[in-house]
């Protein structure tokens, strides 16, 4: 159980694009749902924080413009990189989870790669 | 502020031996979680152990221990029997009990395991 599946896992687009990456609770309802961003053999930097039907609550210094969150549902939250560039290329990570005594549970990853 | 910290950037153990990876943290909160989550090359977010600070008893899944020491603050990960298929990223991580449920990652270790 608790399955959390990230979709695409692989994007590569070319500078000014948009680029929506989505996370999805499979078997369960996530009541909270959160995107990191991961650099080459670094750790995980928390990007923000979504609970379904509220807005997201982004950590300091990450540009609420450039990445957009939506949590419409409890089983899907986006995460939209806007005009995407060169510097934005990384590793996505989204988690979810359903209560406070319940540990996040991750997505494989989606490898955005800016042109 | 919670901060993680993982003073051991790589550590090597030859296969079917036993190593320990460190983890300390800073917190002036009583109750709260810790946890150990594996990246392997495939990069996905594997949930190793975890810990209920206000658990005495030491956790243990497996071939996978923790030594939890509350007053020290520290939580590191026993690994018994060392497989090739343990090298991978170990990551320690904080969360609060209450709040918004997100955790403070450690830096992490790198672990080789030596054929």
């Known amino acids: 159980g608790a399955v959390v599946s990230q979709h695409p896992s692989w994007v590569i687009c070319k500078s000014g694009t948009s680029v929506k990456i989505e996370c999805r609770s499979l078997?369960?309802?996530?009541?909270?749902m959160f995107w990191y961003r991961q650099f080459p053999k670094q750790s995980l930097m928390l990007m923000a924080t979504?609970?379904?039907?509220?807005?997201?609550?982004?950590e300091q210094g990450v540009e609420k413009d450039k990445f957009l969150i939506n949590h419409a549902s409890l089983t899907l939250s986006t995460l939209t990189v806007t005009s995407a560039h060169p510097e934005d290329s990384s590793f996505y990570i989204c988690?979810?989870?359903?209560?406070?005594?319940?540990?996040?549970?991750f997505g494989d990853g989606t490898r955005l790669s800016i042109l | 502020a919670q901060t993680v910290t993982q003073s051991q950037p790589e550590m090597s153990v030859q296969e079917a031996e036993t190593v320990t990876l460190s983890c300390t943290y800073d917190?002036?909160?009583?109750?709260?979680?810790l946890f150990w989550y594996k990246q392997p090359p495939s990069r996905q977010m594997i949930l190793v152990i975890r810990?209920?600070?206000?658990?005495?008893q030491n956790a243990t899944e497996n071939r996978f221990s923790v030594n939890f020491q509350k007053a020290a603050k520290s939580f590191s990960l026993k690994i018994s029997d060392s497989q090739l298929g343990d090298a991978a990223m170990y990551f320690c991580?904080?969360?609060?009990?209450?709040?918004?449920?997100?955790?403070?990652f450690g830096t992490g270790t790198r672990l080789k395991v030596l054929a």
């Open positions: 988690s979810a989870t359903l209560t406070a005594n319940q540990p996040q549970h």
């Open positions: 078997d369960f309802q996530a009541t909270t």
């Open positions: 979504s609970n379904e039907g509220s807005k997201a609550t982004y």
């Open positions: 917190t002036s909160e009583s109750d709260y979680y």
């Open positions: 810990q209920e600070a206000y658990k005495q």
């Open positions: 991580a904080y969360r609060s009990l209450g709040g918004t449920y997100k955790y403070i």
